[in-house]
Each structure stands twice: as C-alpha cells, then as structure tokens.
C-alpha cells in the first residue's frame, strides 16, 4: 500500500497536492494521527504537531495554527480542536473558510471570534489548490459517547458544509486500543472486536456517517517501535482518504472546464 500511495498520480497535472483537513473534540488525536501518518511514510518516528494527546495540562487544545504537514503529493492540515462553548476551541465557521481555501497556513485562530475577510491570512479568491479535497473527522473510540452534544453538533454543521462543497467525508476512529482489551493485545483482532464494532456504531449514530466510511486506527506513541500491523491499519484508511479526494479533483476539474467551453458562461 505504501508503494502505491508513494507512486500516486494526481488527477489533474496541475494540482500540487491533493489536501486533507482533520478536525474534531479536543484530545481525539488529530495532531498523534498526522504524526503516525508520517511515520509510516518515512519510516522511523516523526514529531512535529504538538500531541500530548493534543490538549495541554488545563484540558485546552495544544494546537492553536492551521498547521501544514506534507509528504510527498500529500498534505495534512492540523486544527485547533472543537470545544462546546461559543468561545471555546476553534470556530465552525473557521473550518468552514478552510474547506473553500480561504485559510493561508500558519493562520492563528481565535477562540473568541472566526476570521474576518480582511485578515491577511485569507485568500479571497482560492484557486483548487487552496481548497480541502476531503475533510476526516476524528474521534476517539473510547470517547464516542462521551463528546458533548455541542460538539458532535459542530461537527454536524461542518459535515453539511463539506456535503454542499462536494468534499468527501471520512471518520478516522481513533485510539482503539484504549476502547477495547481484545485490540490493545493483538490488533490483528480488530476487525473480530465486538467492542469496536459497537463503537463504529456509536460513531455512525452520532455523526450520521457511514459504518463504511469510518476508520479504526491507532496512533504511535512516543515509545512505539515501527509497528506493521497498526502501519496497515492506519494505510488503509489513508488509502480511501487519497482516492475520495482524487476523486473529488476529478469532477471539480471536470466541471470548470465544462464552464470554461460553455459559452453562455
């Protein structure tokens, strides 16, 4: 599967990136899943979006930018996680200006307020490039029924967004080994677990996605050695992030050409 993901051909020649936008709760391992994600692609440990199960001693999202991680033909961007106060976490709306490419990166976001047009962090008028090709939302296994109705209804609004956007939508469940003894002994059990299967359940109940758009997969941790069996796990799911996002180039790439031969346009 690395192989394949390596040698992956964009689409369209002139997009540079196919790009990936992983939101959700606080502490759901948005930051530990790009880090792993780029383990695997390198192939020794990798460091660099602030973890610590993404939150910092008082309970608060360490990630405050619209962080960039690349590998390849491949970007991830990192944001500051969802909270249920109205000014707590980042705000819907910001991600929503992120998914239409209005978000330069490195962008900081404010808890109290979303992004006004004047800011020079945004683009006015985002090109292909700048837009997300596919959203993940991230949620922890051992934390489906715990999130807060708050957030699972941001996470809901944004999902509309991404849906009237046409960006395909995937659920990277996350921190399996946590929600069930049977995984966290043997991985390669995963998929025998009636404990995950409930909670692939619970995830699909909450958020109104589908049982086949949701992802379990565990993250490395700073004392992991190169583990194949989560490296599969974690690439499959990377896999049909890649595909569902080539896919969404495709047919935006097909539709303004269509427009650029439409004389009435």
């Known amino acids: 599967m690395i192989t394949n993901l390596m ?98 990166d490195n ?44 957030v699972i209804q941001k996470m809901k609004e944004i999902r509309e967004a991404a849906s009237k956007l046409g960006i395909p ?13 049977l995984t966290q002994e043997d991985l390669s059990k995963i998929f025998k677990s009636k404990k995950i299967k409930e909670k692939m359940e619970e995830c699909r109940n909450r958020l109104g996605v589908p049982v086949n758009c949701i992802f379990p997969v565990m993250n490395y941790h700073s004392d992991n050695n190169i583990n194949e069996k989560l490296n599969c796990l974690m690439l499959e799911a990377v896999t049909q992030a890649v595909y569902s996002a080539n896919n969404y180039v495709k047919k935006f790439s097909h539709n303004e050409r269509e427009m650029q031969n439409d004389p009435s346009s």
Not at 20 to 26: A, R, S, Y
Not at 131 to 143: E, G, N, P, Q
Not at 169 to 181: E, G, P, R, S
């Open 7 to 104: 040698n992956f051909k964009i689409s369209n020649e002139n997009i540079r990136q196919l790009r990936f936008l992983l939101h959700g709760p606080i502490g759901a391992g948005k930051s530990s899943t790009i880090n792993t994600i780029k383990t695997i692609f390198e192939g020794y440990p990798y460091t660099d979006c602030l973890t610590s199960s993404d939150t910092d001693a008082t309970g608060k999202t360490f990630t405050k930018k619209y962080q960039k991680v690349s590998f390849g033909k491949f970007a991830f961007y990192d944001v500051m996680g969802l909270e249920k106060g109205q000014s707590e976490g980042v705000q819907s709306d910001d991600i929503i200006k992120a998914l239409k490419g209005h978000i330069l």
């Open 169 to 181: 939508q995937l659920v990277f469940m996350t921190k399996v080994d946590q929600a069930c003894i």
């Open 107 to 150: 962008y900081e976001f404010k808890e109290e307020y979303s992004m006004s047009e004047d800011n020079r962090y945004y683009i006015s008028d985002p090109t292909l490039n700048d837009k997300i090709h596919c959203l993940v939302s991230v949620m922890a296994a051992d934390r489906v029924t715990l999130i807060d109705k708050v």
